[in-house]
């Protein structure tokens, strides 16, 4: 009888919600957005540093250590990371439904666990609450589930350089104004 007549699944706004798993549903992958002029911002900024370097091998006639880059379609994808659905019962029993962003360990959450979790709303229209924070309050650990963001996506060596144009840049201008 329950399959012909589903339990209807609340979207609670917390911020905080306590009560017991019911369920883990199946993982997905989803996308971060990226931006676009962020990353020409720092793309740009990099391919200063990489166009100095360039002159100076030139000039040395060494050969460019350019080593392995990402393209352009490469970075605007954006990295994926798992969705994992949350179905649990709150203290007057209410079936809610929230998403944990990133991994967990597979044994952090079991149903009929005691869990207080922490959730905000996200940006997208019709989509579950983020989890924050679980506090497991029948095992004591305290959980944090941690996505990518577009800075772990571009990674430092693609920052540093960036940095490092950002400085050339500012020398420059400096330089010009100063002149």
């Given at each position: 009888m329950d399959e012909l007549f589903p339990e209807r699944v609340a979207w609670r706004p917390g911020p905080v919600i306590t009560g017991h798993v019911v369920r883990l549903l199946e993982g997905y992958s989803r996308e971060v957005r990226i931006k676009q002029p962020v990353l020409v911002a720092v793309l740009g900024t990099a391919a200063v540093v990489r166009l100095v370097l360039l002159l100076l091998a030139s000039v040395l006639r060494a050969g460019a250590g350019g080593g392995a880059r990402r393209r352009w379609k490469e970075l605007r994808k954006g990295p994926e990371f798992l969705v994992t659905p949350l179905r649990l019962r709150d203290g007057?029993?209410?079936?809610?439904?929230?998403?944990?962003?990133?991994h967990l360990p597979q044994s952090a959450l079991?149903?009929?666990?005691?869990?207080?979790?922490?959730?905000?709303?996200?940006q997208a229209v019709g989509l579950a609450p983020r989890v924050e924070r679980i506090v497991n309050l029948t095992t004591g650990q305290l959980l944090t589930p941690r996505t990518p963001t577009l800075w772990s996506h571009l990674g430092p060596a693609l920052l540093l350089q960036a940095g490092i144009g950002l400085l050339l840049i500012g020398a420059f201008v400096a330089w010009l104004v100063l002149r």
């Open positions: 007057s029993g209410v079936l809610c439904e929230m998403e944990i962003h990133g079991e149903p009929a666990d005691h869990v207080q979790v922490t959730v905000r709303s996200q």
